[in-house]
């Protein structure tokens, strides 16, 4: 938030805007000079103190970019690339500062709808985004609706609605807890597999029902390890890609993968992105490709979809705010 400071000059006043922002552990200070106390309007200073709330000022920049320099990060999260990324971020976040916590509420239940709709969608699940819609916020139930999918759109609206806090911790238990609010009135397999599973489309030999939980330790283990080392971006989708690689569950894995791949964004107070069900093909080979460690195109699969995410959902709230 910017506020208006008067300083004076050879008994003149003078009026300019202030701001403060924290970019990690550092906090800048930027100022904006506006005129003479005297000859500036009340509007005019009400539209120059929200342009300049607006504005990213080129400092900031500076800091993002010394900032990524210090991740690990390889093709293709150039740092150019992922500047492009943080701009976006910050400017999510001013969406979120800005708007009236009622319109937020609105904008977050209707991105929350659209990432478990497509996600659902990505899975098999045969329902329009108008049935989703009319289930989620008119519990409204047609009758030809097959009971599984209405509970599968109710249990991950319900999970993501939660997860936008960020409060928790990722640990087992929090996994866990996941899976089995997803299934619920879906299946009571809930827990780690008991026999093997496969991945149709995908020739790779997942993880055996005996050392389901071992190896989800130990992707816990790696998260807690490289969450301050790389970006945040490359940490959540390489994360999902181990967590769909030991396929810990019965069901429910690829909707609880892509919840813990937007949880982790979160928790890096990053926003969260969609994977719609018309990238199901590019989604499935970028995960491929990384099940022989070529990361290269799941690391461009998740530069596009963060892109696309602000553009197509969170961008037009910027430009009118």
């Not at 309007?41 to 009400?46: G, L, Q, R, T, V």
């Not at 999260?77 to 492009?84: A, P, R, Y």
């Not at 759109?153 to 939660?162: E, G, H, I, P, R």
């Amino acid at each position: 938030m910017a506020f208006v400071q008067e300083r004076k000059s050879k008994g003149i006043a003078y009026l300019y805007l202030d701001k403060s922002i924290r970019i990690g552990k550092r906090v800048l200070k930027v100022s904006k000079y506006l005129g003479r106390k005297d000859e500036i309007s009340k509007d005019k200073i009400e539209a120059e103190t929200k342009k300049f709330t607006l504005d990213l000022h080129p400092e900031i920049l500076k800091i993002i970019e010394k900032k990524l320099k210090k991740h690990k990060h390889e093709y293709p999260l150039s740092v150019e690339e992922l500047k492009k990324i943080e701009e976006m971020n910050l400017k999510y976040k001013k969406i979120k500062n800005f708007l009236h916590k009622k319109d937020w509420e609105d904008i977050k239940k209707r991105f929350v709808a659209n990432v478990v709709f497509e996600s659902n969608a990505l899975e098999g699940n045969s329902l329009t985004l108008r049935n989703f819609s009319e289930i989620i916020f008119e519990n409204k139930i047609i009758g030809t609706a097959d009971l599984r999918e209405v509970y599968d759109a109710k249990n991950s609206y319900k999970a993501f609605s939660k997860l936008f806090s960020g409060k928790k911790e990722l640990s087992e238990a929090f996994i866990l807890g996941l899976h089995k609010e997803i299934m619920k009135n879906i299946d009571d397999r809930t827990g780690y597999k008991k026999v093997p599973n496969i991945i149709l489309g995908r020739k790779i030999q997942l993880t055996a029902p005996k050392d389901a939980e071992k190896e989800v330790k130990a992707l816990l283990k790696w998260y807690k390890e490289y969450k301050n080392k790389i970006h945040p971006l490359e940490l959540a989708f390489k994360f999902h890609h181990k967590f769909e690689r030991i396929h810990p569950f019965a069901d429910g894995n690829g909707r609880v993968g892509r919840l813990l791949l937007n949880y982790i964004l979160i928790k890096q107070e990053y926003y969260p992105i969609i994977i719609r069900k018309t990238h199901r093909n590019a989604y499935l080979k970028a995960l491929s490709a990384a099940d022989v460690n070529k990361y290269v195109p799941l690391m461009r699969f998740a530069l596009e979809k963060a892109k696309d995410t602000y553009r197509k959902f969170f961008e037009i709230y910027y430009i009118h705010i």
